[in-house]
């Protein structure tokens, strides 16, 4: 018996990526496409730009062009290009449109990009390329959907209020030194002033730097001391 055809594998690249694979052949399509084409991306994103195009039905087997549609793609500008794309994602994700994605979950999303071939964490790059894409030709998408389209909001960066004190507090990767990174100035007794700065991280230093850097301050701190002022002594009783 005949073996049936394989269903090709989803793409699971970042939306970016492909688009730009498709203007990197702007300029001509060759007879043949291979991976040497976009020599500034890795091999595995390389890969990964040639299961996209055979899936979207851009190469035949031979991984010949599909002409005139992946050269109308790669110089289509954005509304074009979107035109032509749309027909494409209907009909290679059709067993996923047919579900309605305005009533689809992320869960029968996901079970239903498994049934193209695809499992553990590709699934779900799979289902990111498709979301990606279909919000990017303006496809309609169950709030559920639109959900998981949104990008992941960045950290927020504790604010400064004018007091200069940050609102929460970060605990530093290594143990905080005194002497690293710091600078202290005394004032002599007998007038002018001594300043020390230490410019290296004490926690790095070699053991004889460590204890000449920590004696010196030791000592500026003892110096910097005010010297004890000597208690009168009391009289013994019966003195004037």
């Not at 890795?42 to 990964?48: E, L």
Request: proline fraction near 9%; hydrophobic fraction near 40%; charged fraction near 25%.
């Amino acid at each position: 018996m005949p073996q049936e055809p394989q269903t090709p594998a989803p793409p699971y690249l970042p939306l970016k990526t492909f688009l730009s694979a498709l203007d990197a052949l702007r300029e001509g399509v060759p007879k043949r496409i291979d991976r040497a084409i976009w020599r500034s991306q890795s091999g595995a994103v390389q890969g990964q730009i040639m299961i996209a195009f055979r899936f979207f039905g851009l190469l035949n087997e031979s991984d010949e062009p599909t002409m005139p549609l992946l050269e109308n793609l790669a110089k289509a500008d954005e509304a074009a290009r979107k035109k032509l794309l749309k027909p494409l994602v209907e009909k290679c994700y059709q067993p996923i449109i047919a579900h309605d994605l305005t009533k689809m979950t992320p869960g029968l999303l996901s079970e239903e990009m498994a049934k193209f071939g695809v499992s553990g964490g590709t699934v779900q790059k799979a289902v990111t390329f498709f979301l990606q894409l279909a919000k990017h030709l303006d496809l309609a998408m169950s709030p559920f959907l639109l959900d998981k389209t949104r990008a992941a909001p960045a950290k927020r960066r504790a604010r400064t209020p004018k007091g200069g004190k940050t609102n929460e507090t970060i605990a530093p990767t290594e143990p905080p030194s005194a002497a690293a990174g710091s600078t202290t100035e005394v004032e002599l007794r007998g007038g002018g002033k001594v300043t020390m700065t230490v410019t290296a991280d004490v926690w790095k230093m070699p053991s004889d730097d460590r204890s000449f850097v920590l004696e010196l301050v030791d000592k500026i701190q003892g110096y910097a001391k005010p010297p004890a002022v000597a208690k009168p002594k009391e009289k013994a009783a019966g003195q004037s």
